[in-house]
C-alpha cells in the first residue's frame, strides 16, 4: 500500500511540474514578451505578498490575463479530452467525443438562453443553463439512435454518430435561431466569437469554477477505471464482470456532460480536442485507463495551452478564436489517425 501510494505521489508530481511549467510558458509567450522573472515577482507579490517593484501593467497582464488564460486552457483541455474517454469508452466508438455527439451544441444552446434569451429570469446561472442544454442534447441523441434501431456492435456505433451530428446541427440551428431573435448586433458579434472558442473573457471566478470541474471529473474517471476498462468489451462484458452497468453509466455520462457544459459556458464551443487526445494518448500509454485517463487529461491540457498560444501570436495585433486552431491541428492528426487505422486488405 505504501509503495501503490509512493508511485501515486511520484506520478503526480512530474505531471503537476509538466502542468506549471506549461502554464509558465503560456504566460510568458504572447503578443508582448514577458521575462521569466517579472512572472516569478508578480506571482511573489500576489501570492507571498512580496514587494518586488514590478510595472502595473505587466503585472495585470500577467496575473489577471494570461495567467487566467492558461489555467483555464488547462482545465477546459484536460476536461474535454477526459469526456472523449468516457464516451469512447461507454459507447466502444472511436469517433465519440462531447463536439460530435451534440453535447457541446446543447451546452451552447442552453447558455445561450440564459445570456440572451434571458430563460430563468436571472434565477438559473450560466452554467446550470449550458448542463441543462447539454443534457437535453445526449438525451435526444440517446432517443434518436434507440429509435433508429442500431442494435448492437457496429451498427450501434454508426447509429449514434449519425445521431450525434443531427443534434448537433438542430441545437447549432437553435442557437443561430436565438441569437438571431433575440440579440442586438453587438451581441450577436461577441457570441459568435465565444462560440469559435474565446479565453479572453477568462477571469479568476472562472478559474474557480473549471479547476474543480476538471479535477472532479478527472478523479471520478480514476475512480473508474475498472469499470471503464470492463466497457471497452461491451455492457454485457461489464455487467457479467459485477459492473453496476446502468449507474455507473449514468454518473460517468452526467460527468461527461457536467465537465462540457462548465467548459462551454465559459471557453465556448471547442472541437477535437474530446476526440483526438484519447486517440494521442491511447498510443502513448495503451488502453488501461488508470493510464489513459491522467495520460488524456494532461496532453489535452498542454495542447490547450499551446492552442492559446498559438491563438495569440499567429496573426500579429489579433487574437484567433481558440477552436480555430485546435480545429487546424486536430483535423489533419485525426485524418492521419483515420489513415493509421485502416485495415489491412
Not at 495585470?60 to 468516457?86: D, E, F, H, P, Q
Not at 449550458?130 to 442500431?150: C, D, Q
Request: hydrophobic share 60%; charged share 10%; proline share 3%.
Amino acid at each position: 500500500m505504501a509503495r501503490l501510494a509512493a508511485r501515486f505521489a511520484w506520478h503526480a508530481g512530474w505531471i503537476a511540474l509538466v502542468l506549471a511549467g506549461a502554464i509558465l510558458a503560456g504566460v510568458c509567450i504572447g503578443e508582448t514578451a514577458i521575462p521569466v522573472a517579472s512572472v516569478w515577482q508578480t506571482l511573489a507579490n500576489k501570492i507571498f505578498g512580496a514587494s518586488y517593484a514590478i510595472d502595473r501593467i505587466d503585472q495585470g497582464i500577467i496575473w489577471n490575463y494570461r495567467l487566467t488564460r492558461a489555467i483555464i486552457a488547462a482545465c477546459c483541455g484536460a476536461s474535454l479530452a477526459v469526456s472523449g474517454v468516457i464516451l469512447q469508452s461507454l459507447l466502444r466508438n472511436a469517433l465519440a467525443e462531447p463536439y460530435l455527439l451534440g453535447i457541446s451544441a446543447g451546452a451552447s444552446t442552453g447558455a445561450v438562453l440564459v445570456t440572451v434569451a434571458g430563460l430563468g429570469a436571472g434565477a438559473i446561472s450560466l452554467s446550470a443553463g449550458a448542463l441543462g442544454g447539454a443534457l437535453s442534447a445526449f438525451l435526444l441523441v440517446a432517443l434518436l439512435a434507440r429509435a433508429s434501431g442500431g442494435g448492437a456492435g457496429p451498427r450501434a456505433a454508426g447509429q449514434i454518430v449519425l445521431a450525434g451530428i443531427a443534434g448537433s446541427q438542430l441545437f447549432n440551428a437553435l442557437t443561430a435561431f436565438i441569437i438571431t431573435r433575440s440579440a442586438s448586433a453587438e451581441q450577436a458579434r461577441g457570441i459568435m466569437f465565444w462560440l469559435l472558442g474565446n479565453l479572453s473573457g477568462a477571469r479568476w471566478d472562472n478559474v474557480g469554477a473549471a479547476v474543480p470541474v476538471a479535477l472532479a471529473v478527472t478523479l471520478v474517471c480514476l475512480w473508474q477505471a475498472r469499470a471503464l476498462d470492463a466497457f471497452t468489451f461491451g455492457a454485457d462484458s461489464a455487467l457479467s464482470l459485477g459492473v453496476p452497468v446502468k449507474r455507473i453509466q449514468a454518473l460517468l455520462i452526467l460527468a461527461a456532460a457536467l465537465a462540457t457544459a462548465v467548459m462551454v459556458s465559459i471557453v465556448g464551443s471547442v472541437g477535437f480536442v474530446g476526440l483526438v487526445v484519447p486517440h494521442a494518448a491511447r498510443f502513448l500509454v495503451g488502453v488501461r485507463h488508470v493510464r489513459l485517463v491522467p495520460a488524456s487529461a494532461l496532453i489535452g491540457a498542454l495542447f490547450l495551452i499551446g492552442a492559446d498560444v498559438v491563438s495569440r501570436i499567429a496573426v500579429p495585433g489579433q487574437v484567433l478564436p481558440i477552436g480555430v486552431v485546435t480545429a487546424l491541428v486536430g483535423a489533419p492528426v485525426f485524418a492521419l489517425i483515420l489513415v493509421r487505422r485502416r485495415p489491412a486488405r
